[in-house]
C-alpha cells in the first residue's frame, strides 16, 4: 500500500486541490498523511477544514512514496520555507514522486527539482519555473518522470490519477 503525504497551507490552500486527489488515492488503497506548518487544522479557501496528522517540520520525504504539495493562495508561505523546500528535494532525490498543484509547482521550482523538466502550473508562477529552468508546457496535468505538476482545481482528480499511475 502507497503512503503519500499531502502538504497543505495553515490557511487558504485550494479545497479541491486537496480533497480530489485524496479521494483517488484512498479509493486506490492509499494512506494519505496531512502535513501543514504550525496547526492541527488547516482550513481551505472554499471553508474546508481538515485534521493535520503531522506539522511539516516532524515529515520526512523517505517514509512515503509520494510528496504531494496542495495549492491555493496559502501554498506561497511555503515558496520559500526551508523545511518544505528540503521536503521537496528529499523526496526528488529519493526517487519519489514529487508532485505539486496550482500555484505549489513553485516549491518544486524553488526547490531546485523543476530544472530541466517539463511542468505546469497556475499562470502567475508560470515565470518563477521558466526562471528556475522548468519547461512550462502550460497543459493541465504534465508527468516528467515521477515529477507531476497541474495547473489548478479543474485539474484536481487527472492530477490524482497521474500520481497513482507515477506511483505504478
Excluded: H, W
Excluded at 512515503?64 to 493562495?73: K, T
Excluded at 532525490?93 to 531546485?112: F, M, Q, R
Aim: negative net charge; charged residues 25%; proline residues 3%.
Amino acid at each position: 500500500m502507497a503512503a503519500i503525504l499531502m502538504v497543505v497551507a495553515p490557511n487558504n490552500f485550494r479545497d479541491e486541490e486537496l480533497f480530489e486527489p485524496k479521494k483517488v488515492f484512498e479509493n486506490a488503497g492509499a494512506d494519505v498523511v496531512i502535513a501543514s506548518k504550525g496547526v492541527k487544522k488547516a482550513k481551505g479557501k472554499l471553508g474546508a477544514v481538515v485534521d493535520v496528522d503531522i506539522d511539516i517540520k516532524d515529515a520526512r520525504a523517505d517514509e512515503y512514496d509520494a510528496v504531494v504539495f496542495v495549492g491555493g493562495p496559502g501554498a506561497a508561505i511555503y515558496f520559500s520555507d526551508n523545511t518544505a523546500l528540503k521536503i521537496a528535494r528529499d523526496a526528488y532525490e529519493k526517487g519519489k514522486v514529487t508532485a505539486a498543484i496550482c500555484i505549489a509547482p513553485s516549491i518544486l521550482a524553488n526547490a531546485g527539482v523543476l530544472k530541466g523538466k517539463e511542468a505546469t502550473c497556475f499562470e502567475s508562477q508560470q515565470e518563477n519555473l521558466k526562471i528556475k529552468g522548468a519547461i512550462y508546457t502550460g497543459e493541465d496535468v504534465t508527468q516528467d518522470g515521477k515529477i507531476v505538476t497541474a495547473n489548478g482545481p479543474g485539474a484536481a482528480a487527472e492530477f490524482g490519477k497521474k500520481i497513482m499511475e507515477a506511483l505504478l
